[in-house]
């Protein structure tokens, strides 16, 4: 639970910003990350970019043993990483039909060996094949493996990405791209989003908490055995440098699967609101953001100017951002957060007033990151000893949107 002397300590630190910024709380972040490793345990974790934005944050990261490598959410940005030193190892963990970006790849020697993009289908191979010509130098790639539970026929739990199920399927793809000019195949991935993604604590639903348990049980069990079948097949085929799996919400689990070699993981660092509702960890929360109050609508309302920063996902009320410090703070049913303005009613709207600060989480992770330019950086414990130890800019402050 939020706490006083945690809200005097970021009033402290930042004092002398007007809001709306945004803030990461470095003790959190560390701890967050020392808490991932423990969680890992021992296997290397990937860090997911689209969680974070924001290089120094990255970096910070990675220099922590026990990370290694990135995954990218688009090419654009691995290229942009690559070039500038982040990592020489970027996993980009969705298709691209990036024409320029594929011909600045095979352009480029060092990010060709740096950079494996992510393929499921002979479809993708085309596309490659038409940005570049039949001629073009080697391109690593990583084939993904579709995790979803299908428990009976008609019914898919889990996220719609690769058409790549069996191992049937996976070894006749590893073949067909070995047998490729111009291609590599170096890895494997499978990103189980229904163990890794849902919570398995949502506060106020027992029953639905207990099926959603039930649910990623069995379907772990059926993956862990469909993922080692796969892997043993395409290895036959292709000397694979890495198998990649899990997220933040299933390292324990992903982990005990002797075919994976590395985890991904990246939320985990910031500890947005969605993470909230599972019972085998609770990060930190280490991303946070300050908006002023505007107006005094009520006795036990405040207005503050605007906040609406909604996750991605399904438009539901878990995807908006959520007042964290004063206490006892809540959105309205009937506005929520908007673009312009965000209404706050609870017992500690009766002690704001204009130019007073009420701090938020997002519900998700790097999104933050694309509402502002730059994150202040708070260290030190306690009111008296804490200050913004440097500000650092978000991939939006360096003038990038991937996306």
């Known amino acids: 639970m939020p706490t006083e002397p945690e809200l005097d300590r970021l009033e402290a630190a930042t004092k002398g910003l007007d809001p709306p910024f945004a803030v990461v709380d470095l003790a959190a972040f560390d701890h967050n990350a020392t808490d991932l490793l423990r969680r890992a345990g ?18 910070r990261a990675l220099a ?31 298709p691209t039909a990036d024409r320029a970006g594929l011909r600045r790849l095979a352009a480029d020697p060092v990010a060709r060996r740096a950079i494996t993009i992510t393929v499921d289908s002979l479809a993708h191979l085309d596309l490659v094949d038409a940005a570049l010509g039949a001629d073009h130098p080697e391109i690593r790639v990583c084939l993904e493996l579709d995790t979803a539970w299908r428990p009976l026929p008609g019914v898919h739990v889990g996220t719609r990405r690769s058409p790549v199920r069996t191992p049937v399927q996976a070894v006749t793809l590893a073949e067909q791209i070995t047998r490729r000019p111009g291609f590599a195949l170096v890895g494997i991935m499978a990103y ?9 604590a949502p506060p106020g639903r027992p029953l639905y908490g207990a099926a959603v348990r039930w649910m990623q049980r069995r379907s772990a069990a059926e993956l862990a055995a469909r993922r080692a079948a796969v892997v043993a097949a395409v290895r036959s085929v292709a000397p694979l440098e890495f198998v990649n799996g899990g997220g933040t919400g299933s390292l324990e689990v992903t982990r005990a699967d002797n075919a994976v070699t590395e985890l991904a993981a990246g939320s985990g660092l910031f500890g ?36 609406g920063y909604l996750a991605s996902g399904p438009a539901k009320a878990d995807r908006l951002p959520q007042p964290y410090l004063p206490a006892g703070l809540r959105l309205t049913a009937t506005e929520g957060a908007g673009e312009v303005q965000t209404p706050v009613v609870g017992r500690a709207a009766a002690r704001l007033r204009p130019g007073d600060r009420v701090w938020l989480r997002h519900a998700k ?39």
């Open 64 to 94: 922590r043993t026990g990370f290694r490598g990135l995954m990218c959410y688009t090419l654009a940005e691995a290229l942009w990483l690559c070039g500038l030193g982040t990592s020489d190892d970027l996993l980009v963990a969705y």
């Open 272 to 307: 947005p609101t969605l993470f909230d509702a599972y019972r085998a960890f609770r990060p930190r929360p280490a991303a946070l953001f300050a908006l002023p109050v505007v107006r005094r609508p009520g006795r036990r309302s405040a207005t503050l100017l605007t906040g």
């Open 192 to 200: 189980e989003g229904q163990i890794a993604g849902v919570g398995d």
């Open 42 to 59: 021992g296997v290397p974790i990937r860090l997911a970019t689209k969680s974070v934005r924001c290089r120094y944050l990255l970096e």
């Open 365 to 403: 992770a790097g999104e933050l990151a694309e509402r502002f330019t730059e994150f202040h950086l708070v260290s030190g414990d306690g009111a008296a000893r804490a200050v913004v130890e440097r500000t650092v800019p978000t991939y939006r402050g360096e003038a990038t949107c991937f996306g």
